[in-house]
Structures are given as structure tokens and as C-alpha cells.
């Protein structure tokens, strides 16, 4: 059995955008799983994503306040297809990020961050797989607004599509 996944963090609405784009939406809408690694800044998204995905995991950042803290963990764990996946806004800098999280998360097999707005893919020596989406509504100092979208196959078989907006 597989499972389609849809990756977000950083939507910062409805500061930084007054919609989210419309293939986010498309891509929640076909979506099995949607993550959400924080920072959404007002409730509203949280009731209209939660109300649109079949299954939200979701967490808050640092730009979220007291309601959105009431309702969401600071960290989401989920097992899907006995893959161990954690959700969770910040890891602080890019440097030691690896075996920084390896530490942290010990019993984690994916891990999806958020904060940066740079999209990120990378494998630790563990094995703990990195994934941080970026941002679908604020580019900061990247070139594109992106998200990304994965497909579980089982444990460990995870392929990965990072979508430029």
C-alpha cells in the first residue's frame, strides 16, 4: 500500500499571502497525509486545511500564537506504513543540522522541519531522512515558493518531489 503525502511549512497566512496557491490546494486535495511543520500565524488555515486534507499532522512554529499552541503539539509524531515520522518547526542552524537531529530524534525515521523557508533533502549518518518544504507563500532569499509532495511505499521507501512555485 502506498501513501501520498503533501509537505508544508511556513505558509505565514495571511501575512505573506491571502491565498495559498492553488496547486497546494489541488495537491492537499489528492493527498493521503498532509504535514504541516508551523509557523501558519492565524487559526483560520488550520480549520481550512484541516477541513480539506484526509489526515493532518501538524505542529506550530514560532510565528504562531497561544490558539494555535492550544491545538497543535510543538512536535507531531505519526507512523505510516512503519515509517517513524516527526514533525517539527525548528532546528536551528544549517551547520550540525545532522547529527544535531540524529540526537534528538533517535527513533525517527523521517523528520519534517520547517522555519528556514529553504527547502532541504538530506539523509543523516543514522539514516534519519530531513526534509524542510520551504515555503509555498514566502520565497525569502530563494528563487521560488515551493512544497513539496513524497510518496510512501512502505518503510524506508520514501520518494520526495520538491515543486517550485
Not at 506550530?60 to 497543535?72: A, K, Q, S, T, V
Not at 516527526?86 to 520547517?114: I, K, W, Y
Request: aromatic residues 4%; charged residues 25%.
Amino acid at each position: 500500500m502506498t501513501t501520498s503525502l503533501v509537505l508544508l511549512a511556513d505558509t505565514h497566512w495571511p501575512k505573506r499571502a491571502r491565498e495559498l496557491p492553488a496547486p497546494v490546494w489541488e495537491a492537499v486535495g489528492a493527498a493521503d497525509v498532509v504535514v504541516h511543520a508551523g509557523d501558519w500565524v492565524d487559526e483560520r488555515l488550520v480549520d481550512e486545511l484541516d477541513a480539506r486534507a484526509r489526515r493532518l499532522v501538524a505542529c506550530w512554529g514560532n510565528n504562531d500564537g497561544p490558539e494555535i499552541r492550544r491545538r497543535l503539539p510543538e512536535v507531531a509524531r505519526v507512523n505510516l506504513e512503519g515509517t517513524r515520522i516527526a514533525v517539527v518547526h525548528e532546528t536551528g542552524q544549517a551547520q550540525g543540522r545532522e547529527r544535531r537531529m540524529d540526537s534528538a530524534f533517535p527513533s525517527t525515521d523521517v523528520l519534517v522541519f520547517g522555519h528556514s523557508h529553504i527547502p532541504w533533502d538530506t539523509t543523516t549518518p543514522a539514516g534519519l531522512r530531513l526534509l524542510n518544504p520551504g515555503s509555498p507563500t514566502d520565497r525569502r532569499r530563494q528563487p521560488h515558493r515551493t512544497y513539496m509532495t513524497a510518496v510512501l511505499d512502505g518503510p524506508e521507501a520514501l520518494e520526495v518531489t520538491l515543486h517550485r512555485l
